[in-house]
């Protein structure tokens, strides 16, 4: 009966931890968005995290297509 109490009251407490965790982040990006001067400056700060796709290169076809001509 114990330990299914004191599974419950550590459960709720990580739940607690996890929750007051998250209300940081949030409480913190407000207060970023709020000192930023503009909407551009707020981007500038924030860190990149999806890169454009690269653009797979592509072979060339012919003499033509590869740049090395003399033409």
Known sequence: ???GLMAV???AIAFSA???REQDKTISD???RLMARNYVEY???QPRSDRPPEAPERKPLSWYDDGGGDA
């Open 1 to 3: 009966m114990e330990i």
């Open 9 to 11: 009251a550590l459960a």
């Open 18 to 20: 996890w929750r007051m």
């Open 30 to 32: 407000l207060h970023d």
């Open 43 to 45: 981007v500038a700060h």
